[in-house]
């Protein structure tokens, strides 16, 4: 997604998924792939170090399923228990939540 206002669509209008670590909105768009939203708060991680490595993560994970996924907008924020899990545990939550959103879809 390129404008706020996409951003804020999805996050207000679309059907969300959540668990302990991310909350994801996702919402029907008209291109023929699925597209990423970030929000990932500094009250959260803190320091952009901590910041830029869970949006590595992320990203690395929606590139690794993004083809499976029908065409979506999707924002992904992360919730506070996130901050102290490990990454193997953040990539299984993942895994899971685009599984969820490709048998919804």
């Known amino acids: 997604m390129t ?3 996409q951003f804020q669509a999805v ?3 679309g059907r969300r ?3 302990g670590f991310f909350t994801v909105s996702v919402m029907n768009n008209q291109i023929e792939h699925p597209r990423l ?3 990932i ?3 959260v991680f803190g320091t952009a170090v901590a910041r830029n490595r869970v949006k590595r993560l992320i990203r690395e994970s929606f590139r690794q399923n993004q083809y499976v996924l029908p ?3 999707i924002t992904i924020s992360a919730r ?3 901050k102290n899990a490990l990454p193997a545990q953040l990539r299984s939550s993942l895994e899971r939540t685009w599984k969820s959103i490709a048998a919804r879809a």
């Open 3 to 5: 404008q706020p206002a």
């Open 11 to 13: 996050r207000t209008k």
């Open 17 to 19: 998924f959540s668990d």
């Open 37 to 39: 939203g970030l929000a």
């Open 41 to 43: 708060a500094t009250k």
């Open 71 to 73: 065409n979506l907008d």
């Open 80 to 82: 506070e228990a996130a």
